[in-house]
């Protein structure tokens, strides 16, 4: 599987036909969504972290590339993985361990999960820019926009990190939890593709495309929706 095919999903999309990205936490779960006639999947660090037992944000970055490895051997589509703010890797050991593992893809975020700051998007837009010469064409990135996330309201500086980090070399942007409402206004002024989160309660995949949403994602939705079955049929094994 190469970026250029990932790459290539993400445009000429039509409204309410995002390209949707399930989030495989490990390779059994890859087949399943690969067998249900997704074209790409898109590993959710908080999922792979809650199955390996460390929950979001805590996965050592050798074992959270090993399992994006486990998903991409275990399947015949586009993998990319998000391997949160990059671990402190230098943007060359971080591309030539995302190609090791089989991804093609990468998502990368711009604040700091232990500090629950934003990086100054100058910064970040440099670092991108790295991760991008040092990968050439072989990584679709997908920039993560953290400003709702941390608390900054309104499109506008959201957009502004947008821009920086297209014009870095992003493919596509991620303004994670962005108001669905601020779709139209998020992807006119960015200008390339735009990832929404798919939430439990929040709009279906087909209406945040028609928003805007070139491509639709699950953080650790479907891991955590899986538990919660099995938790069920663990109750009720339990009362037997």
Known sequence: MTAARLRALHHGRAPGDPLVLPGPWDAASARVFADAGFEALA??????????????????ADEMFAAVARIARAVDVPVT????????????????????????????????????????????????????????????INARIDTFLRGVSGAGPAVERGLRYVAAGADCVYPILAPPELLPELTAGIGAPVNALAVPGGPA?????????SRVTFGGGLQHAATETLRGVAAALRAE
């Open 81 to 140: 993985a998000d391997v949160e703010a990059g671990y402190g890797l230098p943007a060359k050991e971080l591309v030539d361990r995302l190609l090791e593992a089989g991804a093609v893809g990468c998502n990368l975020e711009d604040s700091d999960a232990a500090t629950g700051t934003l990086r100054d998007p100058g910064e970040q837009a440099e670092w991108l820019a790295e991760v991008r010469a040092a990968a050439g064409d072989a990584l679709v």
């Open 43 to 60: 590993t959710p660090s908080a999922g792979i972290g809650e199955s390996l037992g460390y929950g979001d944000g805590h996965t050592p």
């Open 205 to 213: 995949p087909r209406e945040l495309g028609a928003a805007g949403a």
